[in-house]
T-cell receptor, first 111, second 117 residues
Framework: QKEVEQNSGPLSVPEGAIASLNCTYSDRVSQSFFWYRQYSGKSPELIMSIYSNGDKEDGRFTAQLNKASQYVSLLIRDSQPSDSATYLCAVYSNSGYALNFGKGTSLLVTP | EPEVTQTPSHQVTQMGQEVILRCVPISNHLYFYWYRQILGQKVEFLVSFYNNEISEKSEIFDDQFSVERPDGSNFTLKIRSTKLEDSAMYFC???????????????FGPGTRLTVL
């Protein structure tokens, strides 16, 4: 079973600060990485995808991928209380059909 | 914006009964998936479906489960003889394609909360 590991948190940051969420994965051949946001009782909502080493920016969000170290991170700049949610890291299985999810990191942005 | 829809939003059933969860994937998508999330646990893959057949299934997806695309728009998950431990949120997802090593984003529906009493 390929594992995706995340710190469960909660991670608490003040409004306006940068939130940094981390994820490690065990399968060296993984190629596709996704960050989803999940509010309590709701479904996963895509935040970002990343496939190449380095940084990818989209608005207040930056995903960072380091395949050599097998980690992927998500930075949220200017954090808002509405960003308070659980952030799920997901990696495609070798077959390319199944997404393997981490347990998620709970983020709390305090006003 | 196109979205995945699921019905019902909440299903309550008695242990041993059969349930059918329904999904309408995004219209031009070719791959369909079911995931489940037991309360407080991670999202778990159940099955993927392409071209009217299962392309991958997890260990969870045993003979109790089946999937079907009965027409051009619906995708269903049937759970036979439900057990207490089947209580979970069931999410349907779809993607443009799902070839090996896929980079395609999977878009999730709102989920069906299944409660088995």
């Amino acid at each position: 079973q390929k594992e995706v590991e995340q710190n469960s948190g909660p991670l608490s940051v003040p409004e306006g600060a940068i939130a940094s969420l981390n994820c490690t994965y065990s399968d060296r051949v993984s190629q596709s990485f996704f960050w989803y946001r999940q509010y309590s009782g709701k479904s996963p909502e895509l935040i970002m995808s990343i496939y190449s080493n380095g940084d990818k920016e989209d608005g207040r969000f930056t995903a960072q991928l380091n395949k050599a170290s097998q980690y992927v991170s998500l930075l949220i700049r200017d954090s808002q209380p509405s960003d308070s949610a659980t952030y799920l890291c997901a990696v495609y299985s070798n077959s390319g059909y199944a997404l393997n999810f981490g347990k998620g990191t709970s983020l709390l942005v305090t006003p | 914006e196109p979205e995945v829809t699921q019905t019902p939003s909440h299903q309550v059933t008695q242990m041993g009964q059969e349930v059918i969860l329904r999904c309408v994937p995004i219209s031009n998508h070719l791959y369909f998936y079911w995931y489940r999330q037991i309360l407080g646990q991670k999202v778990e893959f159940l099955v993927s479906f392409y071209n009217n057949e299962i392309s991958e299934k997890s260990e969870i997806f045993d003979d109790q489960f089946s999937v079907e695309r009965p027409d051009g728009s619906n995708f269903t998950l049937k759970i036979r003889s439900t057990k207490l431990e089947d209580s979970a949120m069931y999410f349907c997802a779809s993607s443009d394609s799902g070839t090996s090593g896929s980079t395609d984003t999977q878009y999730f529906g709102p989920g069906t909360r299944l409660t088995v009493l």
